[in-house]
């Protein structure tokens, strides 16, 4: 099945710990996206990339560091520059042409211990 | 970036009522897409309009693209409790994707 896969779905960092994120895809998609979600709160976008080895930062980059070393992956790290890294982290993916709509994994609940 | 205002951030309903939630830009979008997600759940793609004006539905769900393309609204007719969940809609500008801060519906039976 196509699709976008993230891991963990639960993931727990002590202070001063980097950890990452998995997000990985199947469905050839060039762009993909990372996503914080809080609750009752809309979804702000931390990085994307519209092409392999290349990314841009999104409005709340800061603390977070990504790479896109193959098309097919987008690992998001949660540096211990992110003062505040209790969230759900949606990673998305979407293709070309004119539907661009963006398919969503089922995300990583990241809180600190 | 891209200032997407939707409201209500909350709405009750009972079932088979009506809900309407809105989206507003202060300037003018190319499309808009709204996404329902789940209590628990991920975002999943609902529709995109594109065009000034434009009305889609969706069985008991109509959107709607304002004239001036800087506003959209979702309507469920009667609703269900199926229909539970929190709306977003996200403002499409080629490169990135910026949501409203979604419609929490809650549906009672």
């Known amino acids: 099945d196509g699709g976008i896969t993230q891991s963990p779905k639960y993931l727990f960092r002590k202070e001063g710990q980097n950890v990452t994120l998995s997000c990985e895809q199947n469905l050839n998609h060039d762009a993909m996206y990372w996503y914080r979600q809080d609750p009752g709160q809309g979804l702000r976008l931390i990085y994307y990339s519209q092409i392999v080895n290349d990314f841009q930062k999104g409005d709340i980059a800061e603390g977070y560091s990504v790479s896109r070393e193959k098309k097919e992956s987008f690992p998001l790290t949660v540096t211990s520059a992110q003062k505040n890294p209790t969230a759900f982290y949606l990673c998305?993916?979407?293709?070309?042409?004119?539907?661009?709509?963006?398919?969503f994994g089922s995300g990583t609940q990241l809180s600190v211990l | 970036g891209q200032q997407v205002m939707q409201i209500p951030q909350y709405q009750h309903v009972q079932e088979g009522e009506d809900f309407t939630t809105y989206c507003n830009s202060s300037t003018t979008l190319s499309n808009i897409q709204w996404y329902k997600q789940r209590p628990g759940g991920h975002p999943v793609f609902l529709i995109q309009?594109?065009?000034?004006?434009e009305v889609k539905k969706q069985k008991r769900l109509t959107f709607q693209f304002g004239e001036a393309k800087k506003n959209s609204s979702l309507h469920i007719t009667a609703t269900q409790t199926t229909d539970v969940g929190t709306y977003f809609c996200?403002?499409?500008?080629?490169?990135?994707?910026?949501f409203g801060t979604g419609t929490s519906l809650t549906v009672i039976p």
């Open positions: 996200a403002a499409n500008t080629g490169n990135q994707f910026y």
């Open positions: 309009l594109v065009k000034s004006g």
């Open positions: 998305a993916s979407s293709g070309s042409g004119t539907a661009l709509e963006l398919f």
